[in-house]
């Protein structure tokens, strides 16, 4: 039988090994970590006993929206999806708050004279969304399924998200549009700024950000369960070091047939190393990392006391304040500076999932953009940001969990420098990631491919990078 090794347990890694199997072939996970999941891990011992927290990815628009996730039947392995009432929030500093929700009319409502504007520009994302995601989710160089979709919303993702916001009069519509696009961790004023915003901004309205009953682990059960009906298996705590050594981790008697790695380029160097083609490895030499994130999980009494009473129904909200604040904390935060009141996404993911809290103390999820590397205590900064929405917060704190950028990558050696987007979202990269090649998750070395988030689409919990590498490495067998 043909063998399959696949390095890496994050979703991408584990939706490559789901794919490979369902072709028949034989499948072994390796995860160094002691439990599998990467990015999609969840915690119960963090601050209170019993208080569920998610570890990284928190908010699954992509995962709703993926195709690869809508071919399989997750649900019979106990995946169940959960909405809150409001998708997203983006208070303002005189109280005001901006909201991207399922029902467009609560939105369009929430931006006053830009509602109608705001309505305009996304309905036709949100009515062909299932034909844009169909393309958004390749490679930029293919054959498009969709073309037209694809070309209008190509017109208006290219845009840099400054000029996309001048769209706009009034500042609610300015700071949520912003804000959504701020999830590309960079600067806003180039080309392809608003691509991630738009994305994103259109998903809230077509699919909303849904949280995964139980926590985001239970994602990583349900692919777990659906790798093992098709007989792939899964070996955790097992470091790979090179390429010579994945056959006798595996517990193979040969190298197998097909190697995908599940790794940030700095993995493809370390285990692939000068077997890669010269030009590969300097384009992997020369990879931008972005900047890092640096979170705090607390444990809140009675929950948080927004000054808008929306935002306390809303499962994820974008703490930066006005758009222009916005732009410019970004670009500092990309430059290596770290500005005194940095971007903040917070989840509340016990508005939609209330068995997450024990008693009247709930989980909040919250994390800073934070230069690459930053060796500073943020705690303070990322605090102050939530008080300044919500006055008392901080009196409610109970317990808190700090995760810096250096424990981001101890944690998971893919978060280089803390960036959990395993690489820069710059305007080449967006475009050409890992490297400009008509292939991209092909590594030049024969039956060996990269299928991590440094892969297109880029990140997400959406399984298409793996499921895309998986395709390649299946039509060249």
Not at 116 to 123: D, G, K, L, S, V
Not at 347 to 359: F, K, N, Y
Request: glycine share 12%; aromatic share 8%; charged share 20%.
């Amino acid at each position: 039988m043909t063998s399959a090794v696949v390095v890496g347990s994050g979703p991408n890694g584990l939706a490559a090994a789901i794919r490979l199997a369902q072709a028949g072939l034989e499948v072994t996970v390796l995860e160094a970590h002691e439990r599998a999941g990467g990015g999609t891990r969840t915690d119960d011992q963090l601050t209170v006993p019993g208080l569920v927290h998610d570890v990284c990815a928190g908010f699954h628009p992509t995962a709703v929206a993926s195709p690869f996730f809508a071919s399989l039947d997750l649900g019979r392995h106990g995946l169940r999806w959960l909405w809150p009432e409001i998708d997203l929030a983006h208070p303002l500093d005189e109280g005001r708050a901006a909201l991207a929700a399922r029902d467009m009319d609560r939105s369009v409502a929430s931006l006053g004279r830009d509602g109608a504007r705001w309505r305009r520009i996304f309905e036709p994302i949100v009515r062909n969304f299932d034909d844009l995601v169909a393309d958004v989710f390749q490679p930029v160089v293919h054959v498009p399924q969709h073309p037209v979709t694809l070309g209008r919303f190509g017109l208006k993702a290219a845009m840099p998200a400054t000029w996309q916001a001048a769209r706009f009069s009034d500042e609610p519509a300015k700071a949520l549009l912003t804000g959504v696009a701020a999830h590309k961790f960079g600067t806003l004023t180039g080309p392809l700024g608003s691509s991630v915003g738009y994305l994103l901004a259109g998903a809230a309205h077509a699919v909303g950000w849904p949280v995964a009953e139980g926590g985001t682990e239970s994602i990583t059960r349900a692919l777990l369960a659906e790798l093992a009906s098709l007989g792939g298996t899964v070996r955790s705590g097992v470091r790979v070091r090179s390429l010579d050594s994945v056959a006798e981790l595996a517990g193979l008697d040969r190298r197998p047939e097909v190697v995908v790695l599940d790794t940030a380029p700095a993995g493809v160097l370390e285990i692939v190393g000068e077997a890669l083609p010269a030009r590969v490895r300097r384009a992997f030499e020369r990879f931008d990392y972005g900047p890092a994130a640096y979170k705090v999980d607390y444990a809140v009494e009675g929950g948080i006391p927004w000054t808008n009473p929306d935002c306390g129904r809303a499962g994820t909200l974008h703490l930066g304040g006005s758009a222009r604040e916005i732009v410019a904390v970004e670009a500092a935060t990309a430059r290596g500076q770290m500005p005194e009141r940095p971007f903040v996404l917070l989840g509340q993911q016990q508005v939609a999932d209330p068995a997450r809290a024990v008693g009247s103390i709930v989980p909040v999820y919250a994390y800073a953009h934070v230069p690459h590397g930053y060796a500073g205590d943020a705690t303070e900064a990322v605090t102050a940001q939530i008080e300044r929405f919500a006055p008392g917060f901080r009196e409610r704190v109970v317990a808190t969990k700090v995760w810096t950028p250096a424990d981001w990558e101890a944690y998971n050696p893919n978060y280089v420098g803390g960036d959990i987007s395993a690489g820069a979202n710059t305007w080449t990269q967006i475009a050409m990631r890992p490297r400009p090649a008509l292939n991209p998750y092909a590594l030049g070395v024969d039956g060996v491919y990269l299928c991590s988030s440094a892969s297109p689409p880029g990140g997400g919990v959406h399984g298409m990078s793996g499921f895309n590498a998986a395709e390649t490495a299946l039509r060249r067998l």
